[in-house]
């Protein structure tokens, strides 16, 4: 999957869930029940095969990490290699990219958006700058927004920004010094209820 430049809502109502594409929640939620298309309002679905469901499952958690297929797969292919559960090691790790850390501190509105800021050179990770939006951060990781950026227009109110933000319990932010941190791992009930990871590993599993 490239990036995609289309209509965000679609992709939403395609699913039937937000998944965070745009900045305006209620205005996807307006028409998250109308699948998208001249028959939208009364499409009506029989019941999906057993790789359907494990496609559509797929699909959400790629447009929502904003994903291709190649790096998807490759996460996949990585969590099964690792101790543990494959599913939980596959969240982890999605939700411990650099560009989804940025956007769960509050630094950014959509995960897009976040992306955008770290291959922009935004941030620092330990006193470092760091562009890669992959890059996986470790516990013990301080974020910190670099001074010189911190002055754009697109910042201005971030103070207030990051004070509101809702953080999972593995992440930390000081709002005032425009920094965040990493306490530990993702834990489960950090994850997006989104997509069903089962299913993923299920169709990965047989191809």
Do not use: C
Not at 15 to 40: D, I, M, S, Y
Not at 120 to 137: E, Q, T
Not at 154 to 168: G, H, N, R, Y
Request: no cysteine.
């Amino acid at each position: 999957m490239g990036r995609n430049i289309g209509p965000k809502n679609k992709i939403a109502r395609r699913f039937g869930v937000n998944l965070g594409l745009k900045t305006n929640a209620a205005k996807v939620a307006r028409r998250l029940a109308q699948t998208p298309g001249v028959h939208g309002p009364n499409k009506r679905f029989g019941s999906k095969s057993t790789y359907g469901k494990q496609l559509d499952e797929k699909q959400k958690a790629k447009f929502l990490y904003g994903l291709r297929e190649k790096q998807f797969r490759g996460y996949v292919t990585k969590a099964a290699g690792m101790q543990g559960d494959s599913g939980v090691n596959l969240k982890q790790l999605l939700e411990r990219r650099f560009d989804n850390v940025i956007y769960r501190l509050g630094f950014a509105v959509t995960r897009a958006q976040a992306r955008q800021l770290v291959s922009h050179r935004m941030f620092f990770v330990n006193g470092k700058r760091m562009d890669i939006p992959s890059y996986l951060v470790k516990s013990g990781d301080v974020i910190t927004l670099r001074e010189n950026k911190a002055k754009k227009k697109i910042f201005d109110d971030i103070v207030e920004q990051l004070s509101k933000a809702e953080l999972p319990s593995w992440l930390a932010i000081d709002p005032n010094k425009k920094e965040g941190k990493v306490l530990g791992m993702p834990q489960d009930d950090d994850f997006d209820k989104i997509f069903n990871v089962k299913l993923i590993i299920e169709y990965y599993s047989t191809r």
